[in-house]
């Protein structure tokens, strides 16, 4: 069976297919009361949005959000938010040989094993589109964590990463990779466009920082924090890796140097190091909660492939089209909404138990 929905207390339900009509999603659970308007949601759907830069797909999607139900004189009303982004700039027959033989890397032959049939325009489900309507209801729930702040960049692209003592988050919105770094932005500027040219694609990892999260969120055992973060963050397209904190690199510590310690503090403890990412046993410590995702470069290449056709044939494929050369640079604001629907989710969980 397919599994389309997110969520324990606010749940998000996405729908659509690249080259259909339309996607969008429906929220549900959302607290009544909550000032709510398109605009609210559309400069998340902006920064997301294809076409902005020759390092992206040229696909031209204004993502203008339509808020379809559970608002009444601009707030929520504790019923399903329905949500619709349409297409506008599908090219269905960039799809012709897609169609034939699978694109290694892609969902195509997965798809296809699995239902018998697949939507080979864009890769239907399997598109990286389908992170509009994540994006569209991560802007519902931050509605509901107006406590918390989120913000997310690229730190590391095609193996080149960025000096984390030049960090300066201002320069996120400068460039067009989400960079924080800005000499990094000026190295991945050749990086991605010499890819472009050739026809492939690179990997990035995007950091997701998240401060204001109250100690307490989280639900042990089997609605662990960090456990409900990583299944968000792994079921974006194209994300292969995840890690809270310090992840693998903690593997490589000792006790002592991979403890946070804590002094007293005038509102709780102060703690010294942040090696576990804000969470520890499942549970929100008040310290930031800190998600790292790797992106896989995008399958989607002008480069030839050696591939099979659908009666099992040997085939080769180059995949026509408009493609991101780097999808994890877009992937920065869908991290960011999927971390806003987790920390919210939690947050009415928390609620609902301890009050």
């Given at each position: ?7 324990r207390?606010?749940r998000?339900?996405t729908?659509g297919?690249?080259h ?5 999603a ?18 998340y ?10 390092f992206?797909?040229q ?5 203008a959000?339509r808020i ?35 694109r290694?890397g ?9 239902y ?14 389908e ?9 519902v729930?931050?509605?509901a ?9 690229v730190?590391e ?9 030049n960090?300066d988050?201002?320069e996120?919105d ?17 990086l ?18 998240a ?5 307490g ?11 409900d ?47 576990a ?10 310290q930031?909660?800190?998600v790292?995702?790797a992106?896989?470069?995008?399958s989607?290449?002008?480069t030839p ?5 659908r009666?099992?044939?040997?085939a ?14 877009r992937?920065v604001p869908v ?5 806003a629907?987790?920390l ?11 009050g």
């Amino acid at each position: 069976m397919s599994w389309n929905t997110f969520g324990r207390v606010l749940r998000f339900t996405t729908w659509g297919e690249s080259h259909g009509p339309a996607l969008g999603a429906v929220v549900d659970g959302c607290p009544p009361g909550l000032m709510l308007s398109e605009s609210d949601i559309q400069p998340y759907l902006d920064a997301r949005r294809p076409g902005q830069s020759k390092f992206t797909t040229q696909r031209q999607e204004p993502d203008a959000v339509r808020i379809l139900s559970g608002i009444f004189e601009g707030r929520t009303t504790g019923t399903p938010i329905s949500l619709m982004i349409e297409n506008v700039d599908q090219r269905s027959k960039d799809y012709s040989e897609v169609a034939k033989a699978y694109r290694p890397g892609h969902a195509d032959y997965a798809y296809d094993a699995k239902y018998g049939f697949r939507d080979y325009r864009g890769g239907g489900r399997s598109s990286a589109r389908e992170t509009a309507a994540r994006v569209a209801a991560g802007g519902v729930a931050r509605k509901a964590i107006p406590e918390v702040s989120i913000v997310a960049y690229v730190s590391e692209i095609g193996g080149d990463a960025i000096d984390r003592s030049n960090i300066d988050l201002s320069e996120i919105d400068r460039n067009p990779f989400f960079c924080p770094d800005p000499a990094a932005a000026t190295r991945w500027e050749s990086l991605v466009d010499d890819a472009r040219k050739a026809g492939s694609s690179l990997g990035a990892v995007v950091e997701c920082i998240a401060t204001g999260v109250p100690a307490g969120w989280g639900a042990p055992i089997y609605a662990k924090l960090d456990a409900d973060l990583a299944a968000a963050m792994m079921g974006i397209n194209a994300v292969k890796g995840v890690e809270i904190g310090d992840g693998f690199e903690a593997a490589k510590l000792t006790g002592e140097t991979n403890a946070d310690p804590m002094r007293p503090g005038e509102d709780g403890p102060q703690f010294t190091a942040n090696h576990a990412g804000g969470i520890a046993g499942g549970i929100s410590t008040g310290q930031p909660v800190v998600v790292r995702v790797a992106f896989k470069p995008t399958s989607s290449i002008l480069t030839p492939v050696e591939t099979i056709d659908r009666d099992g044939n040997a085939a080769e494929i180059r995949t026509k089209g408009r493609h991101d050369p780097c999808v994890g640079i877009r992937g920065v604001p869908v991290v960011e909404a999927m971390m806003a629907l987790v920390l919210a989710d939690h947050k009415l969980l928390h609620r609902a138990q301890c009050g």
